[in-house]
């Protein structure tokens, strides 16, 4: 629906699909969609005044077990200067509305957080942090253009219930793994179908789908647009397929690794700039290697900031299971051509396919935040003009970690080096680093307490 369609020919125009029930939803820090449902009857005051909800899943655990307490003397991203939970407001998108095709008589918008009585965007929202890295960009004359690669597992699990197995107990859709394999992605086609079609009518562009390296893990990419609207697009894919694997009595996991034996999920970001008449300008056919000076220093600002901004790509502890050798996940800040083993991988494919793939973000990444980091990265480097260095051509896996820049191998590194990030301040904001920073400490701490089966296993009877 284009963005000037009036609210109510909205209404309207829902009313006259069938639609009886509205979801407004949007995205919190953890990646998460929130938000309510309302009758039809009810949408057109919300689309005048937004609609109330309580502010605290800002400060909600990923699996709601506690809250987090905020960041002290930061209360000016919440609507009073009280710490009472109050309300904001999710004010919908217009152009974000469609059908839920797999809910009878149900559409749903993609929501903005606001604060009330006209104060503005709430600063932490990460919707509102990429769209202003995005006004950034085109402050400089560049529209972004990206695209999400998303891969999870489908297990035989029970959704909606306490999971309570040892990893090594989970029951996958498929017992082996078949990378690309077309008999395997035939075996798994019941549902594979069932996610790519109702996605399609979702609005969604799903352009390919595979079985990936685990059992019953799954790859769908969705096709490159405008950067908030491919985000949009990743979040909504992502609660999305959740759903749908309920409905077919199966459990999606984006979770970066579930397994130690499994292949982790990864959900590399794939980045483009074009130039205020729609040319991209990554490609330069006269240039060493055909990459222009911009895409160069669009790529030395993301390595120069690859470390800094590591917790926003690697959300949770679990993330950093997946940065082993061999894994095809970034780690370290490395860039070659077409080169699966480093950090950023450049891709020559000309004009408006030239593009650089940020390979370091796991499933479990905010789509919003990943796609935050690569372009502010970027664009960072571009201000700057931070150069790249040297192409690494070789298997950065089975090259010397001394001679290289390696990444964080855990949150905790992680987070301290985005707290004490210039960088991340000035393109994030402090509210919003302050935050994020307090929400992954958090969960360093829950992590930190927690007796494992690991630890049972090795020290129960041996102490």
């Not at 998108?93 to 918008?109: C, G, I, K, M």
């Not at 903005?112 to 929202?125: C, F, M, N, Q, T």
Request: glycine residues 8%; contains cysteine; hydrophobic residues 40%.
């Amino acid at each position: 629906m284009t963005s000037d369609v009036t609210p109510a020919e909205v209404v309207e125009r829902l009313k006259s699909d069938g639609i009886s029930t509205v979801i407004l939803g949007g995205c919190d820090t953890h990646g998460m969609m929130r938000g309510k449902r309302i009758p039809i009857d009810g949408l057109a005051a919300v689309l005048s005044h937004g609609l109330p909800i309580c502010d605290v899943f800002w400060v909600m655990h990923v699996d709601e077990s506690d809250l987090v307490v905020r960041p002290p003397d930061h209360t000016g991203y919440f609507p009073t200067e009280t710490q009472g939970y109050p309300d904001i407001h999710a004010v919908p998108q217009l152009d974000s509305v469609r059908t839920v095709p797999w809910h009878p008589e149900t559409a749903l918008f993609v929501c903005d957080w606001e604060l009330p009585e006209g104060r503005g965007p709430v600063p932490i929202s990460p919707r509102e942090v990429l769209r202003r890295v995005v006004a950034r960009a085109r402050d400089m004359g560049y529209e972004s253009m990206s695209a999400l690669e998303l891969e999870f597992y489908l297990l035989r699990e029970k959704a909606g219930t306490p999971h309570h197995k040892r990893p090594d107990e989970l029951v996958p859709l498929q017992g082996v793994p078949s990378t690309y394999g077309v008999v395997m992605g035939s075996l798994q086609e019941d549902i594979g179908s069932v996610i790519r079609t109702n996605m399609l009518s979702y609005g969604l562009p799903v352009e390919a789908c595979n079985p990936e390296t685990g059992p019953g893990q799954f790859e769908i990419t969705l096709r490159y647009g405008p950067s908030l609207t491919s985000a949009d697009h990743a979040f909504l894919f992502k609660s999305g397929v959740k759903e749908l694997a309920a409905q077919n009595d199966l459990l999606a996991t984006f979770m970066a690794k579930p397994t130690t034996a499994w292949a982790g999920n990864s959900c590399h970001v794939h980045i483009s700039l074009r130039d205020e008449k729609g040319r991209g300008v990554f490609y330069d056919p006269d240039a060493p290697e055909q990459l222009s000076t911009v895409m160069r220093h669009f790529a030395g600002g993301v390595l120069n900031t690859m470390r800094e901004f590591t917790a926003l790509m690697a959300p949770t502890p679990n993330s950093y299971r997946r940065f082993v050798p061999y894994s095809w996940a970034g780690t370290t800040a490395t860039w070659g051509i077409d080169n699966r083993s480093v950090g950023l991988r450049a891709i020559r494919e000309g004009d408006h396919g030239t593009r650089l793939e940020h390979r370091q973000p796991g499933g479990d990444a905010n789509p919003y935040l990943a796609t935050a980091a690569a372009l502010a990265g970027g664009l960072h480097g571009l201000v700057n003009e931070i150069d790249p260095g040297d192409l690494n051509p070789g298997d950065v896996y089975n090259q010397p970690a001394e001679e290289l820049v390696t990444l964080p191998t855990d949150l905790t590194e992680a987070v301290d080096l985005l707290q004490h990030s210039a960088a991340a301040r000035e393109w994030f904001g402090d509210d919003f680093v302050d935050h994020y920073v307090a929400m992954k400490r958090a969960e360093v701490k829950a992590q930190s307490i927690a007796v494992t089966d690991w630890e049972i296993a090795r020290y129960l009877e041996a102490m």
